[in-house]
């Protein structure tokens, strides 16, 4: 982490919405708004670093994402396509190591087959973690791993916290939402017990380093008691 940074933070997880709002305000298709938010998480993933982040989980496509028309979900698609195949480079080479939370094997096989060769790539990586929610959604995940503990024992919040898709990774500090919406649209649900939540106005296309560092500076000012006083 560099000097004047703010430090005790770990694990950032961004709610990156505005993307059609941004585009709707200048009479642009909702595709350049997601080409324009692809821009953004390219910085952010590059801040994510310099800042000294162990962990970046970023939420690009949930559950819900399906519902929207085929068009715009193909658009998602070829731009993750592309985000890999013109970013993986650079980012195996400064050490992030890329991971998927939800079930991206509802993909179409070319993608899964492009997320899984750039997991491998990474895998030995230990900078910074890149989380990336594909078909995510907390409460499938919370179900999913209650299953998995109350097959194996006693179910406990820490025998839950083992089998989230989140297991190995440092606990969640700072969860930000962009574009002045207020909740949390079942993200990482379990893993927000303690974190820090934090709203800004801000579309996700205009969202810049300098956004992030105003994030992290507001949870460096705040008091965290975990329940306790
Ligand atoms: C919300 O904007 C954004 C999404 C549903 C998708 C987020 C995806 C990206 C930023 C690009 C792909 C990601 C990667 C990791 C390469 P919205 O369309 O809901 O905006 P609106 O609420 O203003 O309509």
Same mark, same amino acid.
């Given at each position: 982490?560099? @000097?004047?940074?703010?430090?005790?933070?770990?694990?950032?997880?961004?709610?990156?919405?505005?993307?059609?709002?941004? /585009?709707?305000?200048?009479?642009?298709?909702?595709?350049?708004?997601?080409?324009?938010?692809?821009?953004?998480?390219?910085?952010?993933?590059?801040?994510?670093?310099?800042?000294?982040?162990?962990?970046?989980?970023?939420? /690009?496509?949930?559950?819900?994402?399906?519902?929207?028309?085929?068009?715009?979900?193909?658009?998602?698609?070829?731009?993750?396509?592309?985000?890999?195949?013109?970013?993986?480079?650079?980012? @195996?080479?400064?050490?992030?190591?890329?991971? &998927?939370?939800?079930?991206?094997? @509802?993909?179409?096989?070319?993608?899964?087959?492009?997320?899984?060769?750039? &997991?491998?790539?990474? /895998?030995?990586?230990?900078?910074?973690?890149?989380?990336?929610?594909?078909?995510?959604?907390?409460?499938?995940?919370?179900?999913?791993?209650?299953?998995?503990?109350? /097959?194996?024992?006693?179910?406990?919040?820490?025998?839950?916290?083992?089998?989230?898709?989140?297991?190995?990774?440092?606990?969640?500090?700072?969860?930000?939402?962009?574009?002045?919406?207020?909740?949390?649209?079942?993200?990482?649900?379990?893993?927000?017990?303690?974190?820090?939540?934090?709203?800004?106005?801000?579309?996700?296309?205009?969202?810049?380093?300098?956004?992030?560092?105003?994030?992290?500076?507001?949870?460096?000012?705040?008091?965290?008691?975990?329940?306790?006083?």
């Amino acid at each position: 982490m560099g @000097a004047g940074e703010p430090v005790g933070v770990r694990h950032v997880a961004i709610i990156m919405d505005g993307n059609g709002r941004w /585009a709707k305000k200048r009479l642009l298709p909702r595709a350049m708004g997601h080409q324009r938010g692809v821009e953004a998480v390219r910085r952010v993933v590059r801040g994510a670093r310099e800042l000294g982040l162990e962990a970046l989980t970023l939420y /690009a496509f949930s559950t819900e994402n399906w519902r929207r028309p085929e068009e715009e979900v193909s658009d998602l698609m070829g731009l993750m396509k592309r985000f890999i195949l013109s970013d993986l480079d650079e980012f @195996a080479q400064a050490g992030v190591r890329l991971r &998927i939370i939800g079930d991206y094997s @509802a993909f179409k096989p070319d993608v899964v087959e492009l997320i899984d060769g750039a &997991i491998a790539r990474t /895998a030995s990586n230990t900078g910074t973690t890149l989380a990336v929610a594909l078909n995510y959604g907390a409460q499938d995940e919370i179900a999913r791993a209650a299953t998995k503990a109350a /097959a194996k024992g006693p179910i406990t919040p820490e025998t839950i916290s083992a089998e989230l898709d989140t297991a190995d990774m440092p606990p969640l500090d700072l969860m930000i939402r962009t574009s002045g919406e207020v909740r949390l649209s079942n993200f990482l649900l379990w893993q927000c017990a303690y974190a820090e939540l934090y709203f800004t106005d801000v579309l996700w296309p205009d969202f810049t380093l300098d956004h992030l560092r105003e994030a992290l500076q507001c949870f460096s000012g705040r008091e965290r008691r975990y329940g306790g006083r």
